[in-house]
């Protein structure tokens, strides 16, 4: 996965000029779902570049999917977009938003990616999360899990980043494209787990969750998940009780385990396995650098570069005593 340097940017003029050449000012859509070959040309531009996960799209831009492509695209007014194979489809604006969690979501998503200048600069995340908060982690709360993406675990645990000087945080569940709030909650910390009292989450549903601080720590972030399909639950957790089964060890299994999770979009229940794998053995690299894959792919750029750079400090300790770190530990 490329890399992508964070540059926050605090001045309102300047970011004016900049944005007016670029020609962007809001974007209409985000990318929540790719498979195969496709590619996005942006407006004004002749080179097309691959299509990724949590992707803003603006009017003017041009999607292509190749004979095995396929997009999903969430769109400013609440709905999604797919975009079957062998397609060229040019991005436009629609003109009736619809009033809903969705609108209030987007609305807070495009207001702190003002803070940046370029696509660069935008740890979007699928059209729920704050461009600006790794800019800011002590004043804004940092959602973690499940943060844009499936879950296969029915117990849903909300867990975010606290903030400095927050009394306590209002965690709302609402559906992407109705009004009506599910559950609400105020609580003095996290972590947060859904309760059984609470009405039950569908699964095949797209839900917004988003977590306020409240008092002096002011502060919101949001994010997407959807449960999978009991049939597919039920796939994937006889598949990992066979992967534990034949692992050596546990960080192999976490390894396995998470590999597969991946590869079903189920970002949170790899996140969590993979957690307790680095807090079992935090000199392994390959787990600390493939909690950086899954940081990068739900938009957590920080955190993301952060454990490279604890797995490259620990590979250098091993080089400073003359030791040659073997290419899976």
């Known amino acids: 996965m490329a890399q992508r340097q964070v540059w926050a940017l605090g001045w309102v003029l300047v970011f004016a000029i900049c944005s007016v050449a670029l020609g962007r000012t809001e974007p209409v859509g985000v990318v929540t779902k790719v498979q195969g070959q496709v590619h996005v040309r942006r407006a004004k531009a002749k080179a097309w570049q691959a299509a990724h996960l949590n992707m803003p799209l603006y009017p003017g831009d041009w999607v ?3 004979k095995n492509g396929r997009l999903v695209i969430w769109l400013q007014v609440g709905h999604p977009q797919t975009i079957e194979a062998n397609k060229t489809v040019k991005v436009t604006a629609e003109r009736t938003p619809r009033d809903s969690l969705w609108r209030e979501v987007w609305g807070a998503f495009t207001k702190r990616m003002h803070a940046n200048l370029t696509e660069e600069s935008l740890a979007a995340v699928a059209a729920a999360r704050s461009a600006f908060v790794e800019a800011l982690p002590e004043r804004l709360p940092l959602i973690l899990i499940p943060r844009n993406t499936k879950v296969a675990n029915r117990k849903i645990t909300f867990r975010w980043q606290e903030v400095l000087g927050a009394q306590g945080y209002r965690v709302t569940v609402g ?4 009004p009506s709030r599910v559950w ?6 996290p972590p947060l787990i859904y309760p059984d009292d609470a009405p039950p989450l569908q699964p095949g549903k797209v839900y917004v969750w988003r977590v306020e601080a409240l008092g002096e720590g002011k502060g919101a972030d949001s994010a997407w998940f959807m449960l999978v399909p009991s049939a597919e639950t039920r796939d994937i957790q006889f598949a990992l009780r066979n992967m534990e089964a ?4 546990a960080a192999t299994y976490a390894l396995m385990a998470v590999g597969f999770l991946d590869s079903r979009g189920c970002y949170a229940d790899a996140l969590q396995l993979l957690q307790s794998a680095v807090k079992a053995a935090p000199d392994r690299k390959d787990l600390r650098l493939s909690l950086a894959y899954l940081y990068d792919a739900i938009g957590l750029k920080e955190l993301a570069q952060r454990e490279r750079e604890q797995a490259r400090d620990f590979i250098q300790q091993l080089r400073n005593l003359g030791w040659q770190p073997a290419a899976g530990n």
């Open 64 to 66: 292509r999917t190749g």
């Open 246 to 249: 034949r692992s050596s060890d």
């Open 184 to 189: 609400e909650a105020t609580v003095a910390r």
């Open 175 to 178: 559906f992407f494209d109705e």
